[in-house]
């Protein structure tokens, strides 16, 4: 199962979660770090103080990733290394790490894929009250505007926002994530003003002339109904529209679903959205990252029959809760680009959380981690078969790290961290996925690693 020449196979990560230093060369605090400082708001208090400490083992770390043999790396800009209050005065020696990095990952013949926003939000503007606030979106466009000064002449591929829905519902409506909130109609004006940066961060992008591909990534979900019921029928029509549809209608479509406004009347009415928004937030884009995690089935819910709907829980739940389902990446893969987009199509995350440790013998042996890239770049290569215009791979994640309220819980690297000494170790999958990269594709047993 070979991939067409050039596909290209990265791995990816995103700076709370792996840099540390948070008070280093200047750095603000983000809403994550009064997030995860909140007593009970984070796994055993865990925080990203520290985490892999990647900020000072940026150099060992990039050769780990040269080692792997990835043509990409995907990571974020920490929006408070830049601006330490979110906005006005520029802190130099925040941009001078990401201009290393870059020139680090070329020198090792490797693509930066840069994510701008990956949730680490200065607190200083959730003081002015974050999302919810328009201004917000008008910072990140300076932001954005100010990375790409910097870096422009060395980043082929720029993603604005990693994972709105996340941002926004995950963050604003279940208050299971920075900045904790829980309040429907915030979480649906966070939708819309990080919709709005988006727009307004690519409109920055091209006035100053970038060079590089600009795309958003989005985590969407495969959602089916779990019967023929209307009412499941209609259960899994207003989950789609909460976890896809609110993201890739205006995007694609340069409008909110025609569902949105009476299923979101309760809590809005829309004002938010002001004339030209929409025509922003569609602006053309070059490609479309897509993180895959999750394939839902959705019922009726009793309690909630007009508004709800229930997840049905999946028949094996991995470690965090979620099925394992390879299918619903075909399946995504081809909606988008039926439906919505003939863009290039990047799948910038995939990956499976597991409690990974290291055997008598020292080796880390997730195979199920193995089986689970295995099915999904066969899931991948099936969409390609079928003409989605997909050009690369990154699973998440490059090296474990700090997963958000789950904290050190649960480990996603395809490397090993051993926190207390920070050394790092290449699992099992590791060196299968470098034999992946290397054969373009799989060739193998997905169970007996490539020789290397
Ligand atoms: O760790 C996260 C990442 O930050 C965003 N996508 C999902 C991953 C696993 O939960």
């Not at 020139?103 to 200065?122: A, F, K, S």
């Not at 609110?246 to 340069?254: I, N, Q």
């Not at 195979?367 to 997909?390: Q, Y």
Request: proline share 8%; hydrophobic share 40%; aromatic share 12%.
């Amino acid at each position: 199962m070979r991939f067409p020449d050039g596909f290209l196979w990265g791995a990816a990560t995103a700076a709370y979660q792996i840099e540390g230093a948070v008070a280093e060369d200047g750095r603000g605090p983000s809403i994550w770090d009064t997030f995860s400082h909140t007593p009970g708001a984070v796994r055993r208090g865990d925080t990203g103080d520290i985490a892999c400490d990647h900020y000072h083992r940026w150099r060992d770390d990039l050769d780990l990733l040269a080692g792997l043999g990835v043509g990409a790396y995907r990571f974020s800009v920490a929006w408070p290394r830049v601006f330490p209050s979110g906005a006005g005065a520029v802190n130099p020696a925040g941009l001078d790490f990401y201009d290393r990095l870059a020139d680090g990952l070329l020198e090792r013949g490797i693509t930066p894929m840069v994510t701008l926003y990956h949730w680490d939000l200065p607190q200083a503007l959730q003081d002015r009250g974050g999302w919810a606030n328009r201004d917000t979106a008008e910072h990140f466009a300076d932001y954005a505007a100010t990375v790409h000064e910097r870096l422009g002449d060395r980043i082929p591929y720029w993603l604005t926002l990693n994972e709105p829905y996340c941002a926004a519902v995950v963050g604003h409506l279940e208050g299971r994530h920075a900045p904790g909130l829980r309040d429907e109609r915030v979480a649906v004006t966070a939708v819309h003003h990080l919709l709005l940066a988006h727009g307004r961060a690519v409109a920055a992008l091209r006035a100053g002339g970038v060079r590089g591909q600009v795309g958003i990534t989005c985590n969407l979900t495969s959602v089916h109904p779990a019967t023929a019921d209307p009412a499941d029928l209609a259960a899994a029509r207003r989950l789609d529209l909460h976890e896809n549809r609110m993201y890739l209608d205006p995007l694609f479509r340069g409008a909110y679903p025609d569902d949105a406004a009476a299923h979101y009347a309760p809590v809005t009415d829309f004002g938010f959205v002001h004339d030209g928004d929409l025509e922003a937030i569609a602006a053309p884009l070059d490609f479309f990252g897509i993180n895959y995690y999750e394939r839902h089935h959705a019922r009726a819910d009793p309690a909630d029959p007009d508004r709800g709907w229930l997840r049905v829980p999946p028949e094996h739940p991995t470690v965090t809760g979620i099925g394992v389902h390879p299918e619903g990446l075909t399946e995504i893969l081809r909606r988008v680009a039926k439906e919505y987009t003939p863009l290039p199509l990047v799948v910038t995350e995939t990956g499976l959380a597991l409690h990974d440790y290291p055997g008598p013998d020292g080796e880390i042996a997730d195979d199920e981690r193995i089986a689970f890239f295995d099915g999904h770049i066969r899931a991948a290569h099936e969409a390609l078969d079928g003409g989605v215009p997909l050009f690369g791979f990154f699973p998440w994640s490059f090296v474990d790290n700090f997963e958000w309220a789950s904290g050190y819980g649960v480990r996603y690297g395809i490397y090993y961290v051993d926190y207390p000494t920070q050394s790092r170790r290449p699992k099992r999958s590791a060196h299968w996925y470098a034999g992946v990269i290397r054969d373009n594709g799989l060739v193998s047993d997905p169970l007996r690693p490539h020789p290397s």
